[in-house]
Structure formats: structure tokens, C-alpha cells
């Protein structure tokens, strides 16, 4: 299955934070790259939304709803810098 890009989950970021997230910088704890949401790897065809680093497949992000409650869980990201706007 081919992942889509961060770019796919930008709705939801939105709801949830009001704002773009797109542009939110990260570092991977498995590889140290670091980069930003637009370029991660997201598979959204289970239960929930994954998105895993595109360089050594560590889950960087997982996001699902129940109920009309998102449940967000970062595990694989350290250092986030949040856009300025």
C-alpha cells in the first residue's frame, strides 16, 4: 500500500490545535532525521491514522477518534517546533 503524505491529516491537526501543523518540525527518535508533518508517511486505512518516518519506518504519530474524542499519541518524536503562525 502506498502511504500518503502528512498533508492528509492536516484537517484533523487543524481541529485540534487551530492551526497548520504541516509545517510542524520533529526528529525521529529510530534515525535522528528530522523534518516536518507534510513529509511524513501516513497510512489511514485501519482503525486509526499512523504516520511513520519515511527513512526507517519508526511510528512517529498515531491518531483516532471514538466516541467524537481524537486520542493523539507522538512516541516516535522528540523536539516538535511548532509553526510560528
Known sequence: MQP???NA???VMHDLFAR???TMGYQCTGCGKT???AE???YASG???VARCRDCD???LMLSERRGMYCLDAPGMTHPILPLA
Open 4 to 6: 500518503l503524505d502528512g
Open 9 to 11: 491529516i492536516a484537517g
Open 20 to 22: 497548520d501543523l504541516t
Open 35 to 37: 523534518g516536518v508533518v
Open 40 to 42: 511524513m508517511a501516513v
Open 47 to 49: 482503525p486509526g491514522t
Open 58 to 60: 519508526t511510528i512517529l
